[in-house]
């Protein structure tokens, strides 16, 4: 058993296969044109920031910027350039959000809702930090809150839990949640998905509920939004959560 960055012991560290040159000029604009032909079809885009080499580049960085100016809700999840982003939701953790602003601070809540209110001036949009098992904070710019963690027991893998707390984040944002609820939403998600060392576990009744809840989340929405369903739009997020929970449930008594 080794550990990572963090104080978490798994069962070995990740493994990436990356780039060691940059993208050519030609692929740079395939991207970005890429971007701006999809920017109309989606509700939220998420974007995995995390190589130097990747297909992320500055030009890149920059055309998203112009698409959350213009109103597209855009997550970012970025290793090293969070600091680099205005106009959209960034999604650092507690190391990333802490380097961005030069800084070396204790994980506790009160120690990171002031880094989250800091990055949130910087960027001009909201931010959410993940802090491991303490859960996440957020700000907004108007309002800062915190969303605890939900309970881990015994032998734990944390590959793959920053990708699935972004991936339920962007599904419950792109409903019309607050930051604040797309943030709880999100590490319920990410708590269930990291129950077995050595493999991500899909098969236990709390996996069950969070997949179920956010199928039924999408449904709803769009569902709403064929049907110009106003209650149901701003409903989709607690019927979806609810019904989660009673099919996780009854997943656990079969």
């Given at each position: 058993?080794?550990?990572?960055?963090?104080?978490?012991?798994?069962?070995?560290?990740?493994?990436?296969?990356?780039?060691?040159?940059?993208?050519?000029?030609?692929?740079?604009?395939?991207?970005?044109?890429?971007?701006?032909?999809?920017?109309?079809?989606?509700?939220?885009?998420?974007?995995?920031?995390?190589?130097?080499?990747?297909?992320?580049?500055?030009?890149?960085?920059?055309?998203?910027?112009?698409?959350?100016?213009?109103?597209?809700?855009?997550?970012?999840?970025?290793?090293?350039?969070?600091?680099?982003?205005?106009?959209?939701?960034?999604?650092?953790?507690?190391?990333?959000?802490?380097?961005?602003?030069?800084?070396?601070?204790?994980?506790?809540?009160?120690?990171?809702?002031?880094?989250?209110?800091?990055?949130?001036?910087?960027?001009?949009?909201?931010?959410?930090?993940?802090?491991?098992?303490?859960?996440?904070?957020?700000?907004?710019?108007?309002?800062?809150?915190?969303?605890?963690?939900?309970?881990?027991?015994?032998?734990?893998?944390?590959?793959?839990?920053?990708?699935?707390?972004?991936?339920?984040?962007?599904?419950?944002?792109?409903t019309?949640?607050?930051?604040?609820?797309?943030?709880?939403?999100?590490?319920?998600?990410?708590?269930?998905?990291?129950?077995?060392?050595?493999?991500?576990?899909?098969?236990?009744?709390?996996?069950?509920?969070?997949?179920?809840?956010?199928?039924?989340?999408?449904?709803?929405?769009?569902?709403?939004?064929?049907?110009?369903?106003?209650?149901?739009?701003e409903?989709?997020?607690?019927?979806?959560?609810f019904?989660?929970?009673?099919?996780?449930?009854?997943?656990?008594?079969?």
């Open positions: 058993n080794r550990m990572g960055i963090s104080d978490i012991v798994y069962e070995d560290p990740r493994i990436d296969f990356v780039n060691y040159e940059p993208i050519s000029r030609e692929t740079e604009q395939q991207v970005i044109e890429t971007l701006m032909a999809m920017a109309g079809r989606v509700d939220i885009l998420a974007v995995s920031d995390q190589l130097p080499w990747g297909v992320v580049t500055g030009r890149v960085r920059r055309a998203l910027e112009d698409l959350g100016k213009q109103g597209l809700k855009i997550v970012v999840d970025s290793r090293d350039q969070i600091h680099t982003y205005r106009n959209v939701i960034i999604k650092p953790n507690e190391y990333e959000s802490a380097a961005a602003l030069g800084r070396q601070v204790g994980c506790t809540v009160k120690n990171y809702i002031p880094i989250a209110g800091e990055l949130t001036k910087l960027t001009g949009a909201p931010v959410v930090v993940t802090l491991g098992a303490l859960g996440s904070v957020w700000a907004d710019g108007h309002d800062t809150g915190f969303a605890p963690s939900v309970p881990a027991a015994g032998p734990i893998d944390i590959v793959g839990a920053g990708d699935t707390f972004l991936s339920a984040f962007c599904a419950a944002a792109a019309g949640c607050g930051i604040g609820q797309a943030a709880a939403f999100a590490n319920l998600a990410s708590g269930n998905f990291f129950t077995a060392e050595g493999s991500l576990t899909f098969t236990n009744a709390p996996a069950i509920a969070t997949i179920a809840g956010c199928v039924i989340m999408m449904i709803l929405v769009k569902l709403s939004r064929a049907r110009d369903i106003g209650w149901l739009r409903w989709a997020f607690a019927i979806a959560m019904s989660g929970m009673f099919i996780g449930y009854a997943v656990s008594v079969i």
